[in-house]
């Protein structure tokens, strides 16, 4: 069975700080997704990495994938509170249809 | 990307009526999947709507509670049976396009909020 350890779970940091989440695995992903969800919306996705050791940058928002495609980490600069949310994300494994979630990181940036 | 209407946004229901949650799309989709989610937590997949046959439950899901129906590429239909106060959730709708390889992203529906008294 496939797992997707993400952490932390919970994070609270004043504006303008630096953060990294991370989501971790045994096993080999396809493709490894994140999504940020607002209160009242569906999770909206942010971006998809694919090739092992890729890196994404969206804005402040830069996403990294593992060597091995085993883990990836979202790493936000100067945190703003409209990057306020729940992150998640998910590896696409044996079937690209099915993911693999993690537990999700919940994100509160005061002002 | 696919643009998803989700009804209704949110119920409050009586234990052991039935509520259906509507998925419409407004292009046609390979896959449609329906998940429950519990507020701030992940997400926990329930079936894979298939089109023109039984949908596919996950384990812990069966087609009596959760029936699910799918009749053309752009809608799908999740019912909650029989209403229990452990089904208070948050149901969600996700496809994935047809131009899109699924390993590439899902688009999501804004969820339908279930509370059940």
């Known amino acids: 069975t496939q797992l997707l350890e993400q952490s932390p779970q919970f994070l609270s940091i004043q504006e303008g700080e630096n953060l990294t989440v991370y989501c971790n695995s045994s096993?080999?992903?396809?493709?490894l997704q994140w999504y940020r969800q607002e209160p009242g919306e569906g999770p909206v996705l942010l971006v998809t990495?694919?090739?092992g050791g890729e890196v994404k940058k969206l804005k402040r928002l830069t996403f990294q994938f593992g060597d091995a495609r085993k883990d990836s980490s979202l790493h936000i600069t100067a945190a703003q509170p409209g990057d306020t949310g729940l992150y998640l994300c998910a590896g696409a494994g044996d079937s690209n249809y099915q993911l693999i979630w993690g537990a999700g990181t919940k994100l509160i940036i005061k002002p | 990307s696919a643009v998803i209407s989700q009804k209704p946004s949110r119920d409050i229901c009586q234990r052991g009526t039935s509520l259906t949650i509507q998925c419409q799309v407004d292009s046609q989709v390979t896959m449609m999947f329906w998940y429950r989610q519990q507020p701030g937590q992940s997400l926990t997949l329930i079936a894979t709507a298939n089109q023109g046959s039984e949908a596919t439950y996950e384990s812990g899901f069966v087609i009596d509670k959760f029936p699910i129906s799918r009749p053309n590429l752009t809608f799908s239909t999740l019912t909650v049976s029989n209403m229990s106060p452990e089904d208070s959730s948050i149901y969600l709708c996700s496809v994935v396009p047809l131009d899109r390889d699924a390993a590439y992203g899902y688009t999501f529906g804004s969820g339908t909020r279930l509370t059940v008294v």
């Open positions: 096993s080999v992903f396809s493709s």
């Open positions: 990495v694919v090739t």
